[in-house]
């Protein structure tokens, strides 16, 4: 394969995925608006479930069958890195309070069928069997067992300094306007420099060139939280929003996500504070005791259908809108969008 | 026969009777293809998570787009404060001077808080807004507010996302025939589009609805089905459906059938 130089903007999920997949055949440049690679965007944030079944819910079948080809393809990925990143697939338990049967029963209804994939009914032994600090606590649920997640600062983390090394140039704060040429000559310039490609996965940054492109916000918390072991990502039935703690290393759990439609990337309001910390107290009382590490607000790309989408204008191809799905999709987006040309 | 009139809201008239939501659609292309589905001319939207005008826009111009009347609401709102800041808001932003008023007075079932939804709706009324309240199936509590000048009165059907139905139909009956002139709309509450031909049958001027349709396997099959109800509701009580009785009477007289038929 023919050697290209390569821009990378956005050097959020998309791409550190992008990155992931053309630093062994290509000369990479990343450009970041953020000032250091410690950078808040929302794949930062999120708690990386790979949940093509509980998603299902609310897409449609092909983007949870997208899902399970990304998740088959993480591990490929995260090799590539010299130190373990966590990467489980342990299934996602979905549970309900009693007030909230209504809710669950809807859950399973809308749940779509996905090939060879499906989901359990569970009770309460069942459920204490799977998440013994939950016995007791639930007497109805939903296992879905093929689902997983990854240890996205890790991910974070390691890519950055493991792109580093394998010499990819990085450039921080830089913002990129692009002017996509369309021209003969193939080269498309950034800053000054000349491309043979431009891989344009700026996410919300991009949103004054992407038409229809819109911000939902979404509040994640970080509890360190000793007293509290479970094994596996629970999603809790929530009237508005699927409300989920994600255990990670070290005794952390990530609570997300109120998603309200609002392009408003300020700090967490109270109210979502309240809703999501009071939620995971509900789930477990060791949460009482948790300490808050942080509470953060972000943007997730969408667009109206809240389907990813990626196109090629000359030589920039673009990725984006990847909304609440980044983790579930990025690795199966990202190649079907390099493929033809650089993979 | 009765006679049709269209739905009245202070002074503008609509041949749709359904109203409908706009929030817990899977995307927001979903939303705009069941709001067409639904034949609906009113569509309402909540702004009061979006914290600033500009942070709403992208969203608020999706339902702009639509095309259809806007009534923008108070949901979430907890204090008369709360409410009045938010309808002024929504005044700037949809440029319009309709405004839902939803006042909580109990976090879990959403139950309109009537005390402070009294005060906040004077204050509304005085301040030029054509204030549409979202209420209880209290018959006192919607005269209070006809009495301080509101022309729609939303009474609840069951509390908001239940999707129980018309819980008190006795109630929701009773407010329809001493309320005569004012125009009725069932807010919240329902969950199949039978409960929504029933209140149309009842004589209710409208339904408004949001979760039964969002919340569907396919929303926009079931705004299409709500439509159909609506429909099939106003004209059941334009038609005037025959009085319930106690004692069956068979539509075919049984004189000149043979004896040994008749049982």
Redesign the interface.
């Known amino acids: 394969m023919k050697e290209y130089r390569v821009a990378i903007l956005g050097f959020g999920l998309v791409g550190k995925v992008a990155a992931m997949m053309l630093h062994k055949h290509h000369q990479l440049s990343i450009f970041e608006a953020a000032c250091d690679a410690s950078q808040n965007g929302a794949g930062a944030l999120a708690a990386a479930m790979l949940a093509p079944m509980a998603e299902s819910v609310?897409?449609e079948v092909d983007i949870a069958e997208l899902g399970l080809e990304a998740m088959a393809m993480w591990p490929e990925l995260l090799a590539q890195l010299p130190t373990n990143v966590m990467f489980q697939q342990a299934g996602t338990l979905v549970i309900a309070h009693n007030?909230d049967m209504?809710d669950l029963q809807?859950f399973m209804?809308?749940l779509k069928p996905i090939r060879g994939h499906h989901a359990q009914r569970v009770l309460g032994a069942d459920i204490a069997k799977l998440e013994p600090d939950l016995a007791g606590r639930f007497h109805q649920g939903v296992y879905l067992p093929s689902e997983g997640q990854l240890d996205n600062l890790a991910f974070y983390q390691q890519s950055y300094a493991f792109l580093r090394q394998q010499g990819v140039q990085f450039h921080f704060s830089q913002n990129v306007e692009l002017h996509p040429q369309s021209h003969k000559s193939g080269i498309e310039m950034v800053n000054g420099e000349a491309f043979d490609w431009i891989i344009d996965c700026r996410g919300i940054g991009a949103k004054e060139q992407c038409d229809g492109l819109?911000?939902v916000?979404g509040e994640v918390a970080r509890i360190y939280a000793p007293e509290v072991q479970l094994q596996r990502p629970v999603r809790l039935m929530h009237?508005?929003y699927p409300i989920y703690i994600a255990p990670k290393p070290n005794n952390e759990f990530v609570i997300g996500a109120t998603e309200?439609?609002?392009?408003?990337s300020?700090p967490a309001?109270v109210?979502s504070t309240l809703e999501l910390l009071s939620a995971a107290y509900t789930v477990h009382s060791g949460f009482a005791e948790g300490r808050v590490m942080a509470i953060n607000a972000g943007l997730r790309p969408a667009f109206?259908?809240?389907?990813p989408r990626s196109s090629i204008k000359g030589n920039v191809i673009s990725i984006n809108g990847l909304y609440r799905h980044g983790y579930l999709l990025a690795p199966a987006v990202v190649r079907q969008a390099l493929t033809k040309e650089l993979l | 026969m009765r006679e049709e009139k269209p739905l009245n809201i202070y002074g503008q008239t609509f041949e749709s009777r359904l109203l409908i939501g706009s929030a817990l659609y899977p995307s927001p292309h979903i939303m705009q293809e069941a709001i067409c589905a639904s034949q609906s001319q009113i569509v309402t939207v909540s702004l009061r998570r979006q914290n600033s005008v500009s942070a709403g826009e992208d969203f608020w111009q999706l339902i702009k787009d639509t095309g259809l009347t806007v009534l923008p609401n108070t949901a979430g709102c907890h204090s008369v404060k709360e409410a009045v800041t938010l309808a002024k808001m929504c005044k700037e932003v949809f440029a319009t001077d309709w405004i839902k008023l939803e006042l909580i007075g109990d976090e879990y079932n959403l139950q309109p808080d009537p005390v402070a939804l009294l005060e906040a709706t004077e204050i509304l009324l005085q301040d030029g807004f054509k204030v549409l309240p979202y209420c209880t199936d209290d018959l006192v509590l919607c005269q209070r507010l006809a009495a301080l000048g509101c022309e729609v009165l939303m009474p609840w059907g069951a509390p908001i996302g239940t999707g129980k139905g018309l819980l008190n139909p006795y109630n929701l009956a009773m407010i329809r025939q001493r309320m005569p002139d004012t125009t009725l709309i069932v807010d919240a509450g329902l969950g199949v589009p039978s409960h929504a031909c029933q209140a149309l049958e009842m004589g209710y001027d409208a339904v408004l609805l949001n979760s039964a349709i969002a919340g569907a396997g396919c929303p926009v099959k079931m705004a299409s089905a709500f439509n159909h109800a609506v429909q099939a509701g106003r004209a059941a009580y334009i038609a005037q459906a025959m009085p319930e009785k106690d004692v069956a009477a068979p539509s075919t007289p049984t004189m000149g059938m043979p004896f040994w038929h008749q049982n």
Do not use: A, L, M, V
């Not at chain 1, 109206?304 to 389907?307: A, E, H, I, K, M």
């Open positions: 609310n897409c007030q209504g809807s209804q809308r819109r911000g916000r009237p508005r309200i439609e609002s392009q408003d300020g309001t109210r109206g259908d809240n389907r």
